[in-house]
């Protein structure tokens, strides 16, 4: 039984001050924000209780990391009520975005109501432990109405999906988001061939993906250099789709195996990107062109 009474604590509350200096207008691009549960209650069907992750707590770290702007992505925590990533957004004044969660039949009226609101995606899952609102077929059949409103499509699935969902993805009318590597498992290196399906399928422009989960898809962060092989698989996707390819932090890692540290994945950009040319498409350019910051 899913104990839901006992909150869980899923981010470091005193993280490290990062070495590596962020250049200005960087992008945080993935992200979450938990309540306040008295302001913005979680979800009955949600999987675990969290605790609160608000939006000042989100803008505390992003000031001390060096990060200026963010898209934060509704959690399944709160279910499609998105609410509290409106209210971050509002209070972000033009340097926060959301990506939503909806239901595949959700109305053309919210969608378009989201886009003003300052979301500029809305999200599938397609995990074990997260409940699946749409077949991928379902999926699909929203872009239209998602390019309509001038929204992308966001997918996160279990790697090996990567070579299904892959050809059925390809059919989206609006370009499609891969979270955090397509979940690989980087200890298995590049030639596995979950994470050669998602390099051949990313060489469609329709796809970008997240070098977001370096913690996720190698989760050991005591080695050193941390997270190595997480770090190699990034480097290579970079290198190889610099221009599709967008970096977050994933705070505050709900659903995770440790707690990371957030300064330790900053510094985790020198390794990823190792010059300052990389980091500047990754963490300005990509994200400003991809999604359409006003300031």
């Known amino acids: 039984m899913l104990d839901l009474q006992t909150p869980v604590q899923t981010y470091r509350t005193q993280p490290s001050r990062p070495t590596l200096q962020l250049p200005p207008g960087a992008c945080d691009a993935h992200v979450h924000v938990f309540g306040p549960a008295a302001r913005f209650p979680y979800a009955p069907g949600r999987n675990f209780t969290p605790v609160d992750a608000p939006k000042e707590t989100l803008f505390a770290l992003h000031r001390q990391l060096g990060i200026e702007r963010c898209v934060i992505v509704q959690s399944a925590v709160h279910g499609f009520d998105n609410r509290v990533v409106e209210d971050a957004i509002q209070a972000g004044q033009g340097r926060y975005l959301g990506v939503a969660l909806v239901p595949a039949n959700v109305a053309d009226v919210e969608l378009q109501r989201l886009a003003a609101a300052g979301f500029r995606g809305v999200r599938f899952n397609f995990m074990k432990h997260l409940s699946a609102a749409a077949s991928v077929d379902e999926v699909v059949a929203l872009t239209p109405r998602l390019q309509a409103a001038g929204l992308h499509l966001q997918v996160h699935f279990e790697s090996s999906l990567v070579h299904s969902l892959g050809p059925v993805l390809s059919r989206s009318a609006v370009p499609v988001v891969i979270d955090h590597m397509g979940r690989v498992d980087a200890t298995l290196g590049a030639d596995h061939a979950d994470f050669a399906a998602l390099h051949a399928l990313l060489a469609n422009p329709?796809?970008?993906?997240?070098?977001?989960?370096?913690?996720?898809?190698?989760?050991?962060?005591?080695?050193?250099?941390?997270?190595?092989?997480?770090?190699?698989?990034?480097?290579?996707?970079?290198?190889?789709?610099?221009?599709?390819?967008?970096?977050?932090?994933?705070?505050?890692?709900?659903?995770?195996?440790?707690?990371?540290?957030?300064?330790?994945?900053?510094?985790?950009?020198?390794?990823?990107?190792?010059d300052t040319t990389q980091r500047e498409l990754l963490l300005v350019r990509n994200p400003q062109n991809f999604y359409r910051f006003e300031h």
């Open 206 to 274: 329709l796809f970008h993906v997240k070098l977001s989960g370096i913690d996720r898809i190698n989760a050991q962060p005591a080695a050193a250099p941390a997270y190595a092989q997480g770090v190699a698989l990034a480097r290579l996707l970079l290198e190889s789709y610099p221009e599709r390819c967008l970096w977050g932090t994933d705070w505050p890692h709900p659903n995770h195996t440790h707690v990371p540290d957030d300064g330790a994945l900053v510094d985790a950009l020198a390794r990823i990107a190792p």
